[in-house]
């Protein structure tokens, strides 16, 4: 199924906080919200879900448009950030719930909720309770609880960010597994660039309740439309022309800003570049974050895997594909 946002405006207590937003998610697709808080995500599902309605403007599931259409009635699935199971029910009975409610018959509720927890590896926890479980192993029965009722839309509110960096990457590569078991249309809303990133199809990148850019990790990432979308993701060297010797070196003029990413500098032998002097040095593991000064006062990031020692002297250079002016 797919998702349509036409002309979206929503706003509390005066202060709009979604303004003519647009776009598509396409059936099967693992689409991603992503921009800071505040800027309207956790909102823009809210009424996809049916929770609130919007001031104008439209939603439509495939063709059917579905404003004033009941909560329950969508065919939507929500996992949210702080899990929300009964504390009270065991694993089987939180994952069961929403199949109760269905009104189906207790033979089939069993099976619909082992084979769920079966999905998600949880069908040995099926009766200890929400408290008798790790943070990782509630995030699996919320999304277990969510695909047991074959919902034709899923949708995610920062699932993951109140598990420990670990298993945020095993439960990213758990997430996309179901994913691409179940082809359940996604809609998933992070903060998190290298989460967005890593996991989706499409992104779009929203800010002060607007969408910024649309596009596949690469093009939002490589190709980013304005300043705002190239600075949220990731960091980038930034450069005026009229305020910066290396801004009108690499050609930026008056209030143009010109930038490149730490990652795409290039370090070439003494006097092939333009010379910079190490300041400090952070090891990353698999890489090194260098920060360097010009002679003109600029500085500069620069991420590799090679080790300078500080004072040292080194030469850059920049292929022009690689830079961004705004």
Not at 264 to 278: D, E, L, S, T, Y
Not at 312 to 319: K, P, Q, V
């Amino acid at each position: 199924m797919n998702l349509r946002i036409d002309q979206l405006h929503y706003s509390i207590g005066g202060n709009r906080i979604l303004n003519n937003l647009q776009l598509e998610v396409r059936s099967g697709e693992m689409f991603f919200l992503l921009g800071p808080s505040g800027c309207g995500k956790t909102s823009l599902i809210r009424i996809i879900a049916g929770f609130v309605e919007p001031d104008q403007g439209e939603i439509g599931f495939g063709n059917r448009r579905m404003n004033g259409v009941s909560p329950q009635d969508r065919k939507t699935a929500l996992v949210f950030q702080n899990y929300a199971l009964w504390p009270h029910l065991t694993v089987f009975q939180n994952v069961a719930f929403g199949l109760e409610q269905q009104k189906l018959l207790k033979s089939e509720i069993q099976s619909k909720t082992v084979q769920a927890l079966k999905q998600v590896r949880m069908e040995l926890f099926a009766d200890r309770t929400p408290a008798q479980l790790s943070g990782g192993q509630q995030q699996r029965v919320a999304l277990a609880r969510a695909l047991v009722v074959g919902p034709q839309l899923l949708m995610l509110d920062e699932p993951l960010s109140n598990l420990d960096a670990r298993l945020r990457m095993d439960m990213r590569d758990e997430i996309l597994m179901l994913h691409q078991k179940t082809k359940v249309t996604s809609l998933y809303v992070t903060h998190d660039q290298e989460e967005a990133l890593s996991m989706a199809d499409r992104i779009a990148v929203m800010n002060q309740g607007r969408v910024e850019q649309i596009g596949t990790p690469r093009e939002i990432y490589e190709k980013p439309q304005n300043l705002f979308v190239a600075s949220f993701m990731g960091e980038v060297n930034w450069y005026e022309g009229a305020s910066s010797a290396l801004g009108r070196l690499l050609g930026a003029g008056g209030k143009e800003k010109v930038g490149f990413r730490p990652e795409q500098v290039k370090i070439v032998g003494a006097g092939a570049g333009f010379p910079v002097k190490v300041e400090q040095v952070l090891y990353r593991g698999r890489e090194n974050m260098v920060y360097a000064l010009s002679a003109e006062g600029d500085r500069v990031k620069i991420l590799t895997t090679d080790f300078f020692k500080k004072g040292e002297t080194i030469d850059l250079d920049l292929d022009e594909k690689s830079l961004f002016r705004f």
